[in-house]
């Protein structure tokens, strides 16, 4: 079935650096925008970073502009996004998203579980 | 950039009792690009509404979006004991990409 998978979470010490990981299957990932969102604790939802189907295209909050950077190999059906210069505001569950554009409608149809990033010393 | 409120807050209700769900933008925002989630606790969102009226794939016809312009509403017809989570709506932009509502727990009563 159409599934995305994070892995790659874990705690870091703030300035560290940490690399997330999003396995897709059951879909032609390459067919496909993807973004990464985050969640801090207790809190809503943050749209991250955005990459287009070929990886030609790249937009970033600018909360996490210059620090993380976000790519994909679609030979290997995967997302990354490396997380560089991490701060304790960055501690949060991060999700990868599949975007769907259908027609004039664009939605995210597709999440992963999470990965946990805490940042602390 | 578009600002997203939502309210209320929190909602109290009792099973089989209909829900509300606001969600204001600062700016006009195209339908097409409205959407909302819902998430229970320790799970990831899940697509409920997109093109501010259209139900996903599997979504019971207890859900229904509605508006326009600045102003979406989320109903839930009759509440069942599955559908206490919280509610996030989303919108589609240029800068950034994507804006979320701070959300909505619909709680029981």
């Known amino acids: 079935q159409v599934q995305l998978v994070e892995s790659g979470g874990g705690l870091v010490k703030p300035g560290g650096s940490l690399r997330l990981s999003c396995a897709a299957s059951?879909?032609?990932?390459?067919?496909?925008?993807m973004s990464w969102i985050r969640q801090a604790p207790g809190k809503g939802l943050e749209w991250v970073s955005y990459?287009?189907?070929?990886?030609?295209?790249?937009y970033y909050a600018d909360s996490v502009k210059g620090r993380f950077t976000i790519s994909r190999d679609n030979a290997k059906n995967s997302l990354y996004l490396q997380m560089n210069s991490l701060r304790a505001e960055d501690t949060a569950v991060y999700y990868c998203?599949?975007?769907?554009?259908?027609?004039?409608?664009?939605?995210?149809?597709?999440w992963g579980k999470g990965t946990t990033v805490t940042v602390s010393s | 950039e578009i600002v997203l409120t939502q309210s209320p807050g929190t909602l109290s209700l009792s099973p089989g009792e209909r829900a509300t769900l606001s969600c204001r933008a600062s700016?006009?925002?195209?339908?097409?690009?409205l959407a909302w989630y819902q998430q229970k606790p320790g799970q990831a969102p899940r697509l409920l509404i997109y093109?501010?009226?259209s139900r996903a794939t599997g979504i019971p016809d207890r859900f229904s979006g509605s508006g326009s312009g600045t102003d979406f509403t989320l109903t839930i017809s009759r509440l069942e004991p599955e559908d206490f989570a919280v509610y996030y709506c989303?919108?589609?932009?240029?800068?950034?990409?994507?804006?979320f509502g701070q959300g909505t727990k619909v709680e029981i009563k």
């Open positions: 998203a599949r975007e769907q554009q259908l027609y004039y409608y664009y939605y995210m149809d597709v």
């Open positions: 059951g879909f032609t990932f390459s067919d496909y925008y």
């Open positions: 990459i287009s189907s070929s990886g030609s295209t790249i």
């Open positions: 700016q006009s925002v195209s339908s097409s690009y």
């Open positions: 093109g501010a009226s």
């Open positions: 989303q919108q589609y932009g240029s800068s950034p990409r994507w804006t």
